[in-house]
């Protein structure tokens, strides 16, 4: 009986997992196995005054890159942060949000040309 449980859990994440990476639009479906960057992607779609959708199937985007880095405060301790930068034709912004809590620490733009 165990191992039939097993089998039906497993199974459930078989159809789970793909369904959920379907429901991420565009340049973010890339990121659907990584919850906390949707979380933050979503915060700064809010910020943006666009929906999850608008943002990740801009017109104009031309890519979305997501990482882990880590960035000293004040007192020069490390904080992880999670650094999303948004690729457009001619220039590209970077926003860092602290991993614990969500909150935008650092935002730029830089011409590409």
């Known amino acids: 009986m165990r191992s039939l449980s097993m089998f039906a859990l497993l199974l459930s994440f078989a159809f789970v997992a793909p ?7 565009g340049f973010c479906q890339k990121y659907a196995h990584k919850p906390q960057y949707l979380r933050t992607l979503s915060v700064l779609a809010k910020r943006m005054q666009y929906t ?10 031309a890519d979305i890159y997501i990482t882990d880095t880590v960035l000293l405060n004040r007192e020069q301790q490390p904080v992880p942060h999670i650094w999303i ?7 590209s912004c ?18 590409t040309w």
């Open 52 to 61: 999850e959708t608008q943002l990740c199937t801009l017109p104009r985007l």
């Open 85 to 91: 930068t948004l690729h457009y034709s001619e220039n």
């Open 94 to 111: 970077q926003y860092y949000f602290r991993a614990n809590d969500g909150f935008l620490t650092k935002s730029n733009c830089y011409n």
């Open 19 to 25: 369904a959920q990476a379907q429901s991420v639009p």
